[in-house]
Nanobody, 124 residues
Framework: QVQLVESGGGLVQAGGSLRLSCAAS????????MGWFRQAPGKEREFVAA????????YYADSVKGRFTISRDNAKNTVFLQMNSLKPEDTAVYYC?????????????????WGQGTQVTVSS
């Protein structure tokens, strides 16, 4: 079983930056592809970014492409989401997730383990 804990959220002005971190309990984080998702009030949880086990393949939602960067440090059991040029519409609770099965996917149902989320609020 993998435990995930997100951190780094907060309040930021539009155009600013935040870096989210996701710390995993598993000492072999390389076994899992990882994803970031977000959920705004009254909306469904949506895909943000995903990264393969080795970090060689990254996927991004069109809404964040060019602004967000997902990365991982398997030695530190940590996944990151660097968020630049933040917009008010980026306001949401951000979740990291770990996938144990083969391949990298964008659907939330494809991920087995989830953190409890960290709030990101972007003011205009």
């Amino acid at each position: 079983q993998v435990q995930l804990v997100e951190s780094g959220g907060g309040l930021v002005q539009a155009g600013g930056s935040l870096r989210l971190s996701c710390a995993a309990s598993d000492r072999t984080l390389s076994n899992y592809s990882m994803g970031w998702f977000r959920q705004a009030p009254g909306k469904e949880r949506e895909f943000v970014a995903a990264i393969s086990r080795s970090g060689g393949v990254n996927y991004y939602a069109d809404s964040v492409k060019g602004r967000f960067t997902i990365s991982r440090d398997n030695a530190k059991n940590t996944v990151f989401l660097q968020m630049n040029s933040l917009k008010p519409e980026d306001t949401a609770v951000y979740y990291c997730a770990a996938r144990a099965n083969f391949g990298v996917v964008k659907a939330a149902s494809g991920y087995r383990y989830w953190g409890q989320g960290t709030q990101v609020t972007v003011s205009s």
